[in-house]
């Protein structure tokens, strides 16, 4: 099956810094990438779409200047946390749709978010 | 508005079997999806329903019912690997997956 990674899969930050987290498509070119956050034991809540080539769409209530996300190719996004603070401590989760299958979306393997 | 409706917990016996219910309300419809997600882990892919009827895959089978917006996840000769999540999440017209809270399933020996 379609493989998405991400990277890193874990980061320990101090308050005030920036986290980049990279999510690629490995084995296909994804028209449309998707960001979670998702707290512990809550379901996940989307963040934003990208859409290749074109500025991200925000959830309500997901602050756009503190969430950068870059979608500049097929297989790349970005995921910037800007001056992170603890409240930002979360599991961050890609997933990737194939664009040739508006069906399915694929998840890459998370990433673990501390902000110390 | 949306809503995808599941139960938060079930507890099963080892070697049993299990069915979790799940009914929804969206803007449109273009599929349904069963995830499974183990703790600390991202979800992973089960089934995908878009037709009525059952889908059996293994000792997983889903089953989907449009007209009464109502499917469910049937786990057969239950394993103590499968104590996890549940994720239903339904792609509605604008191809947006809308998720569930999750059914968090206990499996006892």
């Known amino acids: 099956g379609a493989v998405v990674s991400q990277h890193p899969s874990w980061v320990i930050c101090k308050s005030g810094t920036s986290v980049k987290i990279e999510c690629r498509s490995l084995d296909f070119q994804a028209t449309t990438m998707f960001w979670y956050r998702q707290f512990p034991k809550q379901s996940l809540m989307l963040m934003a779409t990208?859409?290749?080539?074109?500025?991200?769409?925000?959830e309500q209530g997901v602050e756009k200047d503190k969430f950068l996300i870059n979608h500049a190719s097929l297989t790349l996004s970005t995921l910037t946390v800007t001056s992170a603070h603890p409240e930002d401590s979360s599991f961050y989760i890609c997933?990737?749709?194939?664009?040739?299958?508006?069906?399915?979306?694929?998840f890459g393997p998370g990433t673990r978010l501390l902000v110390l | 508005g949306q809503n995808i409706d599941q139960p938060t917990e079930m507890t099963a016996t080892e070697g049993a079997i299990v069915q979790i219910n799940c009914t929804y309300q969206t803007s449109g419809f273009n599929g349904l999806f069963w995830y499974q997600q183990h703790a600390g882990e991202a979800p992973t892919f089960l089934s995908y329903?878009?037709l009525d009827g059952l889908e059996e895959k293994g000792r997983f089978s889903s089953f989907l019912s449009r007209s009464k917006g109502y499917s469910y996840l049937l786990l057969k000769e239950l394993q103590m690997k499968d104590s996890a999540s549940y994720l239903c999440?339904?792609?509605?017209?604008?191809?947006?997956?809308?998720w569930g809270a999750g059914t968090k399933l206990i499996i006892k020996p």
């Open positions: 329903n878009v």
């Open positions: 990208s859409n290749e080539g074109s500025k991200a769409t925000y």
């Open positions: 999440a339904v792609l509605d017209s604008n191809y947006q997956l809308i």
């Open positions: 997933s990737a749709r194939d664009g040739n299958h508006q069906e399915t979306q694929y």
